[in-house]
């Protein structure tokens, strides 16, 4: 009676056993050609899509480009997805910065954000808080140099990419500056010209231009023609350059004796915006970024009708390259503790190729038909503005940067220098020679402090 039980016991075991064998673990006796894939090999999970976090002073709302690129890069990914974090929702960099820092203080691991400009960016890479780049590219075999106008460097390490390239130039209102008369100048012409052209435009109605209270202002050829605006290559203070005695003479000269620029102290008060007064029709021409272009079609903020028209940034009097001029922008960088460093550093590479289709800001790519790039982008605006004009001044091949061009992550507390520096000219009616010497001293205990 033993038998048939053993028999049978035998007989299931086998059964087990080839059934187990048709489950797709192992294949069939004739290699698997006739047997049919069940269910459970056709069908596998959705692999889990890496998420990253961008940290941005962008408001998250629909209609902001910024928002519409970050969108159109999750759309064209499988394996990626960022998420979008607005700090602010009124685009202030700065207070955008602070939070960030508080968060990243506390421990919040950041794996791609974005400045309003390099200074900010820089000052965190020399705390540690940014990732250098130089691998990721050598990985990638591309040299930045040949892709960009400009990276964001600090000893010899990319540590940021320019999301757009923001080109200093002079704008002008096309009806003001046909009522005087005048010619759009070419490139080559002068501060002394620019001084000029002021007084030429300025009527009772409006003066002929406008100078804002940042430390660019106080001189702009520091910063369109010199490799640091306050430092030499061996961090010495350059205020002894003749442009800064220069400069600070112009803006008094203008204010005081041509009457063609509103006084720095009713500037100062009123807490302009710095486009608002050209916008506004009461300054006829402004040296200005170029992100100038694109706010100029914020008829509800700037409402106006004139026709904005572009010339060159003026060079100093005995300037050898005419086409000098301050290349900048803000950056956009991946944290130091990210986990996702490769995926953070793809998608600020996309994003330095691709969101400009959606912000219409002038890209710091090199290889782009900027003319082209112009019609796409405002076509339907030509009664604001003029394209060819903006062309020829944002893309003559003579623009360049001065060689050498360098920044400090302190570079912000040097510009506040020159600004204390440049009010106590202005408003006390003081002596450069004593505001040099006063601006020298504060320059290089920054400097001590910042290279112990």
Known sequence: MKKPALWMAGLLLMFT??????????????GGKDAEPTAA????????????????????????????AVEAYNKSQDKVEVEYVSLVQNSDST?????????????????????????????RASRGVVEPLNPYFEAEGV????????????????????????LWFTVFNKQQLDEAGLKLPEMGWTWDDFREYAKKLTTKDHYGTYFHTWGEYANIIAYSEHPNPQLDASLKPIYDDPSFRYFFNLRRAMEKEDKSVEP????????????????????????????????????EKFPHDFQMVYAPLPRSVDAKDVGMTNISG????????????????????????????????????????????????????????????????????????????????????????????????????RDFDQVKAEMTAETEKVVAANNK
């Not at 080839?18 to 192992?26: E, H, L, T």
């Not at 207070?95 to 900010?120: P, Q």
């Open 264 to 299: 720095y102290a009713d500037v100062l008060a009123s807490n302009y915006h710095v486009l608002q007064q050209f916008f506004a029709g009461k300054a006829s021409m402004l040296a200005v970024p170029s992100y100038a272009v694109r706010a100029g079609l914020n008829l």
């Open 330 to 429: 803000g950056g956009l960088a991946v944290g130091a503790k990210s986990q996702h460093k490769q995926a953070a550093y793809d998608f600020i590479r996309w994003m330095t190729k691709e969101a400009y289709k959606y912000t219409k800001e002038i890209p710091s790519l090199k290889k782009v038909d900027g003319k082209a790039l112009l019609q796409e982008f405002f076509s339907e605006n030509q009664n604001l503005i003029d394209i060819d004009s903006l062309a020829n001044t944002l893309f003559d091949s003579r623009n360049k940067m001065p060689e050498g061009s360098f920044t400090v992550p302190y570079g912000s507390q040097l510009k506040t220098i020159v600004e204390n520096g440049f009010a106590s000219y202005m408003l006390d009616n």
């Open 143 to 166: 040299k930045p140099e040949d892709e960009y106008f400009k990276v964001l460097k600090l000893d010899d390490k990319v540590y940021g990419l320019m999301n757009s390239s923001t």
């Open 17 to 30: 056993v080839s059934a187990c064998g048709n489950n797709g673990s192992a294949p069939a006796a004739n």
């Open 95 to 123: 207070e955008f910065l602070k939070k960030l820092d508080v968060l990243v203080a506390g421990g919040e691991v950041v794996d791609a954000f974005m400045t309003g400009n390099e200074e900010e960016l820089l000052e």
């Open 41 to 68: 090999s056709q069908t596998k999970a959705p692999a889990e899509k890496e998420k990253i976090k961008f940290y941005t002073f962008k408001s998250s709302k629909p209609e902001e480009p910024t928002f519409q």
